[in-house]
């Protein structure tokens, strides 16, 4: 979802009809300037490099079959004091046994092939529920956040990319977010994705000064979330449901 | 009865089976006429603070309270983002003349009369909703202000935001409740999660020892929360 302050060149780029758009919304003016951290910092959270972008450019938009090119980041934010968010990052490069290069890729643009998620669902054993339902709540979720897979054949002519991870928060952009519909791949299960997910949606609504962080656990995950900084019924505060009148 | 442009609520309608509103003693003020609206520019954020301020009502889940007890001031400038964030916004008017007398026995001392301008309507009740529009949504910040509590006002903003958010398909609907807000949401047709969910709230605070050293804290009423640390790159297990 493209709410967040860095300008974003992902935008723009064309995506099948078998997405959906992303909904560029620029936050309001006053929250920009909430979003400024010392100077100092900002280097100290820049963690992706120049080339990176051009390997996950060519990748990624080949795919798409777009034209535009990424540019470094860098170049991206012009407004003074302005933190650099990044659109994408690499949490792991590696290759597999039979020779495959494999990238995973954390991002916050927020696209996601409502189908692509469907088959995600379909293998962690969630019920279905209306693809129509399922893309208007992503296309409105304060933040989207995904992790792709990204594999190269040992030739290096083929590339597949395959989401393997999600998590989404809505949120009043102000005070409350709840976390929902966190799913990994159970293939990668077990590595840290999760919490990589967990815990870069809650950075990111921390660093908005978003105070209230909510989610509904089921109690398989509780201590999952534990780990994470979340606590229980945090002072008797317990989350109530709304029950369908008979 | 007049017809308002918005929904007019008189309490001469409304109930019917209550007779002690009729026999209230005349030296007390009579129900006095409501208006409830979902419009949202009919909203102004400073009525709101006021009303927060008068309930001692804080945005903040764990609020910084002062030496005499009062929560702090909600800011305006988040109160307003997080108005235009809102997928439902309810608010309960009255006029002011029918709440002189609580007016003046309101707590902050200084003339809200002027504050307000020429508008003699007072924002006695509100709530609001936040939803992704498609499946989920959840209710926050129900208030009327004490000296109209208990006539269920609070219950038809609830069900208003109900109605609103029903007739969009949205039937996931939560609501973040402290032990004394339970039996409010309990007689508007809340109850616990049928699917046994745990409710979890983000409240790692950063340490005593040196180890956050670096780490941003970001304050939310009376809480620290550490921000979880960017990660630059995990070590996964290679795949066999």
């Known amino acids: ?246 | 009865m007049a017809i308002h442009s918005t929904f007019a609520i008189s309490y001469a309608s409304l109930s019917p089976i209550e007779p002690q509103f009729k026999s209230k003693p005349k030296t007390k003020l009579n129900p006095p006429p409501l208006s409830i609206s979902t419009n949202r520019s009919s909203v102004d954020p400073l009525q709101i603070q006021h009303l927060f301020a008068s309930c001692g009502h804080s945005c903040h889940r764990f609020p910084r309270t002062g030496p005499d007890g009062r929560v702090e001031l909600v800011e305006l400038e988040k109160l307003r983002v997080a108005l235009a964030h809102s997928f439902v916004v309810v608010s309960v008017l009255c006029k002011a003349r029918f709440l002189e007398g609580e007016m003046e026995k309101g707590a902050l001392g200084f003339g809200f009369g002027d504050l307000f301008g020429d508008s003699d309507q007072r924002l006695v009740g509100f709530g609001r909703a936040v939803s992704d529009c498609g499946l989920t949504a959840s209710i926050h910040d129900v208030v009327v202000i004490p000296s109209l509590q208990r006539r269920g006002i609070g219950q038809r903003i609830v069900n208003r935001i109900l109605r609103i958010l029903t007739s969009r398909g949205i039937y996931d609907i939560s609501a973040l409740c402290t032990e004394k807000e339970r039996l409010f949401f309990k007689a508007c047709g809340f109850g616990f999660d049928s699917l046994g969910s745990t409710t979890m709230m983000y409240t790692q605070s950063p340490g005593p020892t040196t180890e956050n050293d670096g780490f941003m804290v970001t304050t939310a009423g009376r809480m620290q929360l550490l921000v979880p640390p960017p990660t630059h790159q995990l070590k996964l297990w290679k795949k066999e």
Not at chain 1, 23 to 49: A, G, H, M, Q, S
Not at chain 1, 81 to 106: H, V
């Open chain 1, 1 to 246: 979802m493209c709410s967040l302050a860095a300008p974003r060149l992902w935008c723009h780029t064309c995506l099948s009809s078998s997405r959906f758009e992303v909904r560029n919304e620029l936050l309001p003016p006053t929250v920009y300037l909430r979003l400024k951290r010392k100077p100092e910092k900002r280097l100290e959270r820049w963690f992706l490099k120049a080339g990176f972008w051009d390997s996950i450019a060519s990748s990624i938009l080949k795919n798409n079959n777009a034209t535009e090119t990424m540019v470094p980041p860098s170049t991206l934010h012009e407004e003074e004091g302005e933190e650099p968010i990044p659109d994408q990052l690499l949490l792991a490069d590696r290759s597999l046994s039979d020779g495959t290069q494999e990238q995973i890729i954390f991002s916050l643009t927020g696209d996601v092939d409502v189908h692509a998620l469907q088959d995600l669902c379909d293998k962690v054993g969630w019920p279905r529920r209306p693809l129509s339902k399922v893309a208007v709540s992503l296309k409105n979720s304060f933040l989207v956040a995904t992790l792709y897979s990204i594999t190269k054949s040992p030739e290096g002519d083929e590339e597949r990319k395959q989401l393997i991870g999600m998590a989404r928060a809505t949120s009043d952009q102000a005070f409350n977010a709840t976390i929902w519909d966190v799913i990994v791949d159970p293939s990668y299960q077990g590595q840290g994705l999760g919490k990589a997910l967990v815990q870069k949606l809650t950075r990111a609504l921390l660093q908005r000064d978003i105070g209230n962080i909510s989610l509904f656990a089921d109690s398989k995950v509780v201590d999952f979330y534990k780990n994470l900084g979340f606590e229980a019924d945090p002072e008797g505060i317990k989350g109530m449901f709304w029950h369908l009148p008979f």
